[in-house]
């Protein structure tokens, strides 16, 4: 099979990955993702990011359907694959008695470069990543984020024309987080190197993503830009805190008129209720707070919160996503090689 030079795209056709036991973790997802693109991949644990993920950079073999990486067919060209991809996978995989300028140097002989070479990118990448004062340390005095970013490094050492980071800031402080960001950012426009992430944090697939799509239990249940898909929903979310907790029964009753109650949506203690978008052109803040005054009912707190990715991946699956509340409070996630 011939590939273009051109060709650092992603395509997938009706994947499916079914173990031994259990439902089939990838049920016949479709994907495309165009050269350069960074493409994030959205979903909670378990819904199989890091199955296809695992599928995409040959770790696993799919059950059924096909996949090319930049060309090259995940099934039967493995060794093309490997490559022409970088990964920085869930695992960090490190000695703690490296430095971390013999990592690079080691993952740069594996890769066939050797010499001058070898040290010219190893000191571009420890430079890149903000590493350069601790190069020569051994990797076990190292924090969760400094190994993380190295771990980015290591990916990249083979310039790749494929970058695939599975829930790549995991564990980072928010510093450490940016930086990394405006690292792959950096990759996709400058470089063009395609970038397949997959997160927990809706804040990074907003910030970084091109298009986002949305997994939840094997299939892919939405698709598009974050501006499209937050558009999609329309409407705001209103949450009411009631002056007692014994209201929120019949805060919900007066609310629920407006659209539908989504109780993951609020903080403990309030009534949140997605607005109907029909309802959202006629119905105004105070139309609602009119209603609920009407009803006798006294509010603490009124907070409008505009359509995100998290209220779209409720809409598209009922719940929330579990890193959403962490990377609003400045935790991050892990990188993938």
Not at 159 to 186: A, K, N, Y
Not at 188 to 210: C, K, M, N, P, S
């Amino acid at each position: 099979m011939q590939r273009s030079s051109e060709d650092n795209g992603i395509e997938v056709r009706g994947l499916v990955k079914q173990f031994k036991t259990g439902p089939k973790a990838v049920d016949g997802i479709d994907i495309d993702v165009a050269p350069g693109e960074i493409y994030g991949f959205l979903g909670p644990n378990g819904a199989g990011k890091s199955t296809t993920v695992n599928m995409l950079v040959t770790l696993l073999p799919p059950t059924a359907g096909r996949a090319t990486v930049a060309g090259w067919d995940i099934s039967t060209q493995g060794p093309d694959v490997r490559k022409t991809i970088g990964a920085a996978l869930q695992a960090v995989a490190l000695d703690n008695f490296l430095t971390a300028r013999e990592h690079l140097r080691l993952i740069a002989a594996l890769q066939g470069i050797t010499g001058p070479r070898a040290r010219t990118r190893a000191d571009e990448l420890l430079h890149r990543v903000g590493l350069e004062e601790a190069a020569d340390r051994k990797v076990g005095g190292f924090s969760g984020g400094m190994k993380r970013r190295l771990d980015l490094a290591l990916a990249l050492v083979h310039e790749p024309r494929v970058l695939f980071l599975d829930e790549p800031t995991t564990g980072l402080d928010p510093q450490s987080r940016t930086s990394l960001w405006e690292e792959v950012r950096r990759l996709a426009r400058e470089d063009g190197v395609t970038v397949f992430l997959t997160t927990q944090y809706l804040e990074e697939a907003d910030v970084l993503a091109d298009r986002v799509g949305i997994i939840n239990r094997g299939v892919i249940v939405a698709e598009g830009t974050p501006a499209a898909l937050k558009a999609e929903i329309g409407a705001p979310t209103i949450e009411i805190v009631p002056t007692g907790d014994d209201d929120r029964v019949a805060m919900s009753r007066v609310l629920e008129q407006f659209g539908e109650l989504h109780p993951e949506a609020g903080s403990p203690g309030s009534v949140a209720v997605r607005l109907d978008q029909d309802l959202a052109k006629r119905a105004s803040l105070v139309t609602i707070i009119r209603a609920i005054d009407e009803a006798g009912l006294q509010v603490a707190e009124v907070r409008q919160h505009d359509p995100s990715l998290d209220d779209v991946f409720l809409a598209k699956t009922g719940r929330t996503l579990e890193g959403a509340t962490d990377a609003e409070a400045g935790v991050a996630e892990p990188v993938a090689r």
